[in-house]
């Protein structure tokens, strides 16, 4: 066959095409990757949603799915997988693969918390080694009295009636065990012991009402176990005393949010940044407020954001996302 009888073929309605156009219209009826993607962009938003929703197993199962739509899109596309379009799909593949790994790493942590929080025999034994410290640096110390004797013949250990010690060792005795109590009460918000957290916060606050640590644990506590409004109390207090009470401040901010108060939470949000301009945490929050109050509107959050990290704020990853920032 001539070469004229092959381009005679290819002729429509008085117009030759040769093979490379006909190439050149197959390639233009491909998708677009932003087309391919659509499917695999839900599913890891949904994974997104449900991670934030506290749902981990969910939120693995969609990641996963997401991976198995970007495979079967390269698969149905050898000749683009290598190239320079497809980029979009490698990126998100392996971010896939990064968050599965990260989300399993975070639920075995919270396994062994969870542990903890039904075994708090190691709290204890800190507890006690602390409380033997204490006893060794003081001069109070039990007489045993070794008196009438058992039917068995063995001695009774008779302990003399205690002396409780008066003045400057009284004192000093009382705001020891004050210590001890708030570093127990730290100890058992590191296990999400809220309730009784708040409880030796309380025990502490009837030896020490005005004691700052104390009721600042008792308002995390409460923060925590979902009960804003009594934890505003408790801090609408703590600023009373001290309007420039950065952490009452920050946890005020998170707690005004949580009952959706978001004018007042950007107000104590502002106080927080006059009264310590370089603590980053001002920043970042303020950027979750802002986007929180309009999400389609980054401009204004992402400067809150990049000044936070430019003073040393640690980076947030779920925000760079929602700001649209690329991750390095």
Known sequence: MSVLSVLLIFCVAGVCVSPLDVSAKEKEKEPKVSELLRDANEMMAEAQAAYVDGKTTEAIEHYRKALDEISRVERENPRRQATSEFA?????KALCETEIDRIMLESANASARTVAVTDTSALEA??????????????????????AKQVDGSPVADVAPKVEP???????????????DLELAKDMLTVD??????????????QEPENREARFLMALARVQQGRHVDAAVVLDDLLADNPEDEPALLLAAGVYVAAGNLAKAMVVLDRVMKVNPKRPEGYSN??????????AKTD?????????????????????????????
Do not use: H
Not at 88 to 92: A, V
Not at 166 to 180: L, M
Not at 198 to 205: G, H, S
Not at 303 to 323: H, I, P, T
């Open 300 to 328: 204004e959050p992402e400067l809150y954001y990049r000044q936070s990290v430019k003073l040393g704020g640690a980076r947030d990853r779920d925000l760079e996302r929602r700001l649209g920032i690329k991750t390095e």
């Open 286 to 295: 303020m950027a979750w407020l802002l986007l929180e109050m309009n999400p």
């Open 88 to 92: 979009p799909l490698r990126f998100r």
């Open 126 to 147: 800190k507890r006690l080694e602390r409380k033997r410290a204490a006893e060794t640096n003081s001069t109070q110390t039990a007489t045993v009295k070794l008196g």
């Open 166 to 180: 008066s003045g400057a060792a009284g004192a000093e005795a009382k705001v020891s065990d004050i210590r001890d």
């Open 193 to 206: 012991r809220f309730e009784d957290v708040e409880r030796v916060a309380l025990k502490v606050l009837k």
